[in-house]
């Protein structure tokens, strides 16, 4: 059994300006990482992200970046208390809809050993990037933060 979830939003936004919510490090502090982004997603970067409800600065490896289509990272994988010492795959699409008008983002992540403690770690993840998906949608087309608050 491969431990891997995928899931998507449509976003009525342009791909590009979607994509762009999500690279730029002040757009992506307004409404997903709470403590903060520092560094673009660009290709063989590495930047931070923090959340004020999930305590801890998180390093973020960008390993390709096509732009307003496609974004693959790698970062820590969490099992609980123990530090697990491997890394997960992000991968988020952004497949323009209706002459550009609208957006589709899946977000899949993937790479979790085969074990309970990682098992939980994956559905948290799932939440996550559920939740990261409505926040974006609601911020891109209305300008609110929607996770402020959501889990403290």
């Keep these: 059994m491969e431990l891997k ?10 791909s590009h300006d979607v994509f762009e919510a999500v690279v730029d490090p002040a757009q992506l502090s307004g409404y997903f990482t709470t ?11 590495t930047v931070t992200w923090d959340f004020h409800d999930f305590p ?20 820590e994988a969490n099992e609980g208390e123990a530090q697990p010492g491997y890394q997960t795959t ?15 983002v899946s977000i899949t992540e993937e790479g979790w050993r085969q074990n309970e403690a990682a098992l939980g770690s994956s559905y ?4 996550g990037w559920s939740q990261m998906l409505a926040a974006l949608k609601v ?8 996770r402020e608050g959501m889990y403290k």
């Design 35 to 45: 403590g903060g982004a520092e560094g673009r997603l660009e290709t063989g970067s």
């Design 90 to 104: 992000v991968t988020m699409e952004f497949t323009p809809l209706d002459d550009d008008t609208r957006t589709l």
């Design 124 to 127: 948290g993840n799932c939440m």
């Design 56 to 75: 801890g600065r998180f390093p973020v490896e960008v390993i390709e970046v096509v732009s307003d289509r496609k974004i693959v990272l790698k970062w």
């Design 5 to 14: 979830f995928k899931v998507f939003a449509h976003v009525s936004r342009p």
């Design 139 to 146: 911020w891109i087309e209305h300008g609110i933060n929607l």
